[in-house]
């Protein structure tokens, strides 16, 4: 499967698609067709984890005072399956491998 989930207003998650070949990928805007419950699944048997496709950095985790709290997996995926804003961006999936965020290294592997 070669699959993209990113999000449209994200500059950064628009410059990494246009700089790739994106022959091949289905592309998946999170915000209008939010992950399901069967792809962050398929996404975690890749990744082995929630709290990796979980973003740290949206302003939700600030509001809601996150950071203070303990969170284990299971929130992790409640999180995420709860709002669009806590998946990071984007996610890369390129057969049994999968690119997760935006960082430069990331960003540097499609460039």
């Not at 207003?9 to 999170?30: F, H, P, S, W």
């Not at 302003?59 to 992790?76: A, N, P, R, V, W």
């Amino acid at each position: 499967m070669k699959k993209i989930y990113y999000l449209k207003t994200c500059d950064t998650c628009r410059k990494i698609v246009k700089e790739m070949n994106i022959a091949g990928y289905i592309l998946q805007e999170i915000k209008t067709e939010p992950i399901t419950v069967k792809q962050l699944e398929e996404v975690v048997k890749l990744t082995n984890s929630y709290e990796v496709l979980f973003s740290k950095r949206a302003k939700k985790f600030k509001q809601m005072d996150l950071k203070s709290q303990h969170l284990i997996e299971k929130d992790y995926r409640q999180l995420i399956l709860d709002e669009y804003t806590f998946l990071k961006r984007p996610i890369i999936i390129n057969g049994n491998e999968v690119y997760v965020g935006n960082t430069k290294k990331r960003v540097d592997i499609f460039s």
